[in-house]
């Protein structure tokens, strides 16, 4: 094998590499939009709650006599 085949052989193994890593970044990046998007749902629902709880909570103070 010469030294230019060699040369190539290396470059393609280390393109074939960096290909692989951009596929494992682009499913983890998707992964992680996926936990992102769930974790912002479940944020809200309980920030939801949590005005809902608020609400009842001033309106039971409110009935309070003074």
Do not use: F, W, Y
């Not at 682009?26 to 920030?47: G, I, P, V």
Request: with cysteine; net charge neutral.
């Amino acid at each position: 094998m010469s030294r230019v085949q060699g040369e190539l052989n290396s470059l393609e193994d280390k393109v074939a590499q960096v290909v692989g890593l951009c596929e494992r970044l682009r499913a983890e990046n998707s992964e992680l939009r996926q936990q992102l998007a769930a974790a912002q749902n479940d944020t809200k629902r309980l920030s939801e709650k949590i005005e809902g709880a608020k609400a009842r909570v001033e309106h039971l103070l409110s009935r309070l006599p003074d």
